[in-house]
C-alpha cells in the first residue's frame, strides 16, 4: 500500500502513467484540464487509460484527503490486461476519456 496526504498529486495530465491504482480508503479529484470532471473514492481505480493506450494520461489525479492505494507496475499490469475479458472492460473505461487507442504493449 501506498500512502498519499490531501493535495498530493498523484497522476499528472498529459505525464507517462507508471502504475495502476486502486484506492483503498480515501477521496481523489479527476481533473481534465484544470476541472474536476469526477470524485473516486474506496474500491476505485485510475491510471488504466494510459498504460493501455500507450500515451499521456488524459486526466490528473489529485488527493482529495489522505489516501491509501493499493499499485500495480504496468508490466504486470499490462499482462494482467491481455487477458480479453479484462481488455475489454478497461477499453470502455478508456472510452469514456475520449481514448480510442488501446494498442498491445
Do not use: K
Not at 478508456?94 to 481514448?99: E, K, N, Q, S, T
Amino acid at each position: 500500500l501506498e500512502s498519499r496526504l490531501q493535495g498530493d498529486v498523484i497522476l499528472r495530465q498529459s505525464a507517462p502513467a507508471r502504475h495502476f491504482f486502486v484506492i483503498r480508503s480515501g477521496t481523489c479529484a479527476v481533473l481534465q484540464q484544470g476541472q474536476q470532471i469526477a470524485r473516486l473514492g474506496p474500491g476505485d481505480s485510475f491510471g488504466e487509460v494510459a498504460l493501455l493506450a500507450g500515451v499521456p494520461s488524459p486526466v490528473g489525479v489529485v488527493a482529495e484527503t489522505d489516501v491509501a492505494l493499493a499499485s500495480v507496475p504496468r508490466e504486470p499490469f499490462l499482462r494482467l490486461a491481455a487477458r480479453n475479458d479484462v481488455r475489454s472492460a478497461l477499453e470502455a473505461v478508456a472510452g469514456r476519456y475520449g481514448v480510442s487507442r488501446v494498442g498491445d504493449h
